[in-house]
């Protein structure tokens, strides 16, 4: 049975640093990709970065390149998004995802509709 939990979400002013953490588990990390997805209120959700089962590459949004960075724990089935000099704009629920790998392309996908489970997210908040 897969899982997906978040946690680590809260307040944090601008400039300031947030990390959040998604425990993964009930599938083979080598067949599925895996997507970060951030959702604010009134808006659609949109991709924050993806990482491809294939070869372990991460591809970042825009948004966030330069700011957020991904890491795993392998031991622990835990990945972590680091954020850095947030911005009132990454105020959001942050939700990790996973989708089968495609046999068509070896990247992952920036599209919620193709991933398959979901967590049930944690929200961010930046305000001062």
């Known amino acids: 049975q897969v899982q997906l939990v978040e946690s680590g979400g809260g307040l944090v002013q601008p400039g300031g640093s947030l990390r959040v953490s998604c425990v993964a588990s009930?599938?083979?990390?080598?067949?599925?990709?895996i997507g970060w997805f951030r959702q604010a209120p009134g808006k659609e959700r949109e991709a924050v970065l993806c990482?491809?089962?294939?070869?372990?590459?991460?591809y970042y949004a825009a948004s966030v390149k330069g700011r957020f960075t991904i890491s795993r724990d392998n031991a622990e089935n835990t990945m972590y998004l680091q954020m850095n000099s947030l911005i009132p704009e990454d105020t959001a629920v942050y939700y990790c995802?996973?989708?089968?790998?495609?046999?068509?392309?070896?990247?992952?996908?920036?599209?919620?509709?193709?991933?398959?489970?979901w967590g049930l997210g944690t929200q961010v908040t930046v305000s001062s």
């Open positions: 995802a996973i989708r089968r790998r495609s046999p068509y392309t070896p990247y992952c996908s920036f599209s919620p509709r193709e991933y398959e489970y």
């Open positions: 009930g599938f083979a990390s080598d067949q599925y990709d």
């Open positions: 990482i491809s089962s294939r070869d372990g590459s991460k």
